[in-house]
């Protein structure tokens, strides 16, 4: 870990809903203590506004976030590698800890079905970065 600061990266196909949700709440509740990434395999030409909506509900802006793509440098600088149905497309390096969130993907979906996706999200995010910060 960097100077002694765990890294996450979120990631899922098109970094465009879940990855990003993610993001923003380990970036809020985190507050600085976790350096947070998002990527995706195929990333979208920009954020879900459903995933915008629904986060903004919870007091999180992520409107300024762009999708971006994967990279193997960025799942190297990370500690912890969270997909969400990006299958083989994230590369594996040893040492590192993956985890995969089986979450229904919100593309195209309206805000009452994102909202229970959004919250699962929250619960996970939660309970990863209680186990970082052990």
């Known amino acids: ?18 990855s990003q949700m993610a993001a923003g709440y380990m970036t809020h509740l985190s ?7 998002s990527a995706g395999s ?11 909506a629904a ?3 919870e ?18 600088a990370s500690d912890a ?3 969400m149905g990006c299958g083989d497309a ?5 040492g590192k800890r993956y985890e995969d ?8 979906q309206g805000i009452e079905s994102v909202r229970p996706i959004r919250d699962e999200i929250r619960g996970r995010v939660e309970a990863l970065l209680a186990d970082l910060l052990a």
């Open 1 to 18: 870990m960097s100077e002694n600061k765990p890294s996450v990266i979120f990631v899922c196909v098109h970094n465009a809903g879940r």
């Open 31 to 37: 507050q600085g203590r976790v350096e947070v990434r």
């Open 42 to 52: 195929m990333p979208a030409d920009q954020i879900n506004p459903t995933a915008v």
């Open 55 to 57: 986060m903004l509900e």
């Open 59 to 76: 007091g999180i802006d992520i409107r300024a976030e762009q999708p971006k793509v994967l990279t193997p440098e960025a799942v190297q």
């Open 81 to 83: 590698v969270i997909t």
């Open 90 to 94: 994230c590369p594996y390096y040893p």
């Open 101 to 108: 969130w089986v979450l229904e993907d919100p593309a195209g």
